[in-house]
């Protein structure tokens, strides 16, 4: 069964740290180009990066370009999104997606996992 | 980066009922890069359709698509109460990956 679980999301003060972790099962992890979507509360959905199956490439969306990082752990089949530099409209859930290339569609997600950038 | 309108933005109907689902493209997809994903109230979104018209593993076959250029179409045939959701079209013809801002399909 393909499972991919995020965790690490939490409460924090805006210009703080934060990094999500998503671990997966289930399948070839480094089959798989991983992604990161974001969800604020009642809105729609907004890919925020991506990383190759290799971990040698990344890219990311404008609105988090210089403050996020994602990164990779084949090993331990598992991606992480750094986030620094936090802002109140970064407030969202955040899930991680795959997908066999990139650009693609994505195929399964993770359940996600809530930050909140607040004061 | 293309951007994706759909309409309506709320369809109210009945089971049973045909519903019909549009997904504009800023500019055209040249390769028919184009899904369709289902949200259902606090679960994560899943994979309806993907390359247009093609169904994901498992969806049943009332969920159909079509399009080709910037216009693009769900159609699910006969609405079971499983089907109330909000629906998402993502392009990935061209990076960055771009959504829709969301359909609603509520019970009339």
């Known amino acids: 069964e393909v499972r991919l679980v995020e965790s690490g999301g939490r409460v924090v003060l805006p210009g703080g740290s934060l990094r999500l972790s998503c671990a997966a099962s289930g399948f070839t992890f480094d089959d798989y180009t991983m992604h990161w979507v974001r969800q604020v509360a009642g809105k729609g959905l907004e890919w925020v990066s991506h990383i190759s199956w290799n971990g040698n490439s990344a890219y990311y969306a404008d609105s988090v370009k210089g403050r996020f990082t994602v990164s990779r752990d084949n090993t331990n089949n598992s991606v992480f999104l750094q986030m620094d530099s936090l802002q109140s409209d970064d407030t969202a859930v955040y899930y991680c997606?795959?997908?066999?290339?990139?650009?693609?569609?994505?195929?399964?997600w993770g359940q996600g996992t809530l930050v909140t950038v607040s004061s | 980066e293309i951007v994706l309108t759909q309409s309506p933005s709320t369809l109210s109907l009945s089971p049973g009922e045909r519903a019909t689902l549009s997904c504009r493209a800023s500019?055209?997809?040249?390769?028919?890069?184009l899904a369709w994903y289902q949200q259902k109230v606090g679960q994560a979104p899943t994979l309806l359709i993907y390359?247009?018209?093609k169904r994901a593993t498992g969806i049943p076959d009332r969920f159909s698509g079509t399009g080709s250029g910037t216009d693009f179409t769900l159609t699910i045939a006969r609405l079971e109460p499983e089907d109330f959701a909000v629906y998402y079209c993502q392009q990935y013809d061209t990076s960055p990956l771009t959504f829709g801002g969301g359909a609603k399909v509520e019970i009339k």
């Open positions: 997606a795959r997908s066999l290339i990139a650009p693609d569609y994505l195929d399964f």
């Open positions: 500019r055209s997809l040249s390769s028919q890069y």
């Open positions: 390359d247009t018209s």
